[in-house]
């Protein structure tokens, strides 16, 4: 009997222990306050393989006396826990704060500080060069103002091509190029988009997105350096530059 129950003690002890190790807090908080709505929108970030056992199990919102939680018993999705709090009356420079906490074991906290609607211009773009093969084989962002900066680039990027192909003729006193390179991979079917740029309180926001291929496709079986460069109207107002990554 003794012998029993060490044996059913020891088979709890490993369970939890797994589950324990299994376990982690929130990556990341992304929340957004509608002043004249009053919502406070919430994507708490948590990946997860079995969102029906290791979830996001509360989220709160607080300032001040002002406070909501919301409790789940299963996570959206395997990536994120959304949801949206009804906050009204919260006046430009009032801090929220959200606390996220995991089902199993993990805490994030994160603050927002309330603010007119920042105003925000999407800044047209086309293709300039995109491909599969590059020579840069680690993940990189840059902007190219200039043709110097520009005559590096293409010599990193086709630095195994030979010969090297002619660089294409741009007017950067009008145009200003942006690139986003995926670093090497071991196989085809890895793809990089830029999808959107935007000007917002002079910082220029530069949004891209990966793709990889799924378990069952049929790819190319070559390592490949996926990249893609686009070009835009040079703009005269840009304090800051972020790339940022897309979530779908």
């Known amino acids: 009997?003794?012998?029993?129950?060490?044996?059913?003690?020891?088979a709890l002890v490993c369970f939890f222990s797994f589950s324990?190790?299994?376990?982690?807090?929130?990556?990341?908080?992304?929340?957004s306050y509608n002043i004249y709505g009053g919502i406070l929108d919430v994507s708490v970030f948590h990946e997860t393989e079995r969102s029906g056992s290791h979830y996001i199990k509360w989220i709160t919102a607080f300032s001040g006396e002002t406070r909501a939680m919301q409790e789940f018993s299963k996570q959206g999705d395997e990536k994120v826990q959304r949801?949206?709090?009804y906050f009204p009356g919260m006046a430009t420079g009032t801090v929220i704060g959200i606390r996220a906490e995991c089902s199993i074991w993990g805490i994030k906290e994160e603050a927002i500080v309330v603010e007119l609607p920042e105003k925000k211009t999407e800044i047209e773009f086309s293709t300039f060069?995109?491909?599969?093969?590059?020579?840069?084989?680690?993940?990189?962002?840059?902007?190219?103002?200039?043709?110097?900066?520009?005559?590096?680039?293409?010599?990193?990027?086709?630095?195994?091509h030979y010969p090297v192909p002619d660089i294409p003729e741009i007017d950067f006193e009008n145009t200003i190029l942006a690139a986003v390179f995926m670093g090497e991979k071991s196989t085809g079917g890895y793809s990089v988009n830029i999808d959107n740029i935007y000007l917002k309180n002079g910082r220029l926001h530069v949004l891209y997105?990966?793709?990889?291929?799924?378990p069952d496709s049929i790819v190319t079986q070559?390592?490949?350096?996926?990249?893609?460069i686009?070009?835009?109207?040079?703009?005269h107002d840009i304090k800051e530059t972020v790339f940022e990554e897309h979530r779908r």
């Open 222 to 228: 070559a390592i490949t350096s996926p990249f893609h």
């Open 230 to 235: 686009v070009m835009f109207p040079v703009l």
């Open 209 to 214: 997105s990966f793709s990889e291929p799924s």
């Open 20 to 31: 324990f190790a299994a376990a982690h807090p929130p990556q990341e908080i992304i929340a």
């Open 83 to 85: 949801t949206s709090f």
């Open 1 to 10: 009997m003794n012998k029993l129950k060490l044996s059913v003690s020891a």
């Open 129 to 160: 060069e995109r491909g599969s093969y590059s020579g840069i084989n680690r993940e990189h962002f840059i902007i190219v103002s200039n043709h110097n900066e520009l005559e590096d680039l293409w010599g990193m990027m086709y630095s195994h």
